[in-house]
C-alpha cells in the first residue's frame, strides 16, 4: 500500500516526540508541525483507520507496528541525508529542508548508495 508524503510526515513526527517526550498527543503534533487541531484531527483518524496509530481512551497516541515501521525508514532517510548534506557543505537549516522533501521521493535504491557513502560502518 502506497502511503502520502502527509502521513509519512506525521508517523515521523509522532516518532520524534515519543522519543523526546515520552508519550505523544494530537496538541503535540499540531505544535511540532504548526498544524491546526481540526487538520491532526482528521489526520489521525486516517492513521488509525489504516492501522498505522492506535488511540487511548486517555489521547495518548502510539504507532502500530505498521506505522513504526514506517517512521523509523522516514527518521532514518532524514538524518542519513541530512549529516549527508551537512557533511558536503550545505548550511544545516537548509540540509534539513531538503532532506525532509528528499527523504519521501528517493528510491531504496539511492538511498542505500547514498547511506553506503555517508554511513560506510552501518553498511557494511
Request: hydrophobic content about 40%; overall charge neutral; aromatic content about 6%.
Amino acid at each position: 500500500m502506497q502511503i502520502r508524503e502527509s502521513a509519512e510526515n506525521y508517523l515521523e513526527t509522532i516518532y520524534i516526540l515519543q522519543r523526546r517526550n515520552g508519550q505523544v498527543r494530537s496538541v503535540d503534533i499540531g505544535n511540532e508541525l504548526s498544524f491546526s487541531k481540526p487538520s491532526v484531527s482528521v489526520a489521525m483518524k486516517h492513521l488509525r483507520e489504516n492501522g498505522y496509530i492506535s488511540m487511548a481512551p486517555n489521547g495518548l497516541i502510539t504507532l502500530t507496528e505498521k506505522g513504526e515501521k514506517i517512521a523509523l525508514a522516514m527518521y532514518e532517510r532524514h538524518t542519513v541525508l541530512s549529516d549527508w548534506l551537512i557533511g558536503l557543505g550545505v548550511d544545516p537549516k537548509t540540509a534539513v529542508q531538503d532532506a525532509c522533501r528528499i527523504e519521501h521521493v528517493i528510491s531504496p535504491e539511492s538511498f542505500a548508495a547514498i547511506k553506503k557513502i555517508a554511513k560506510p560502518e552501518e553498511t557494511a
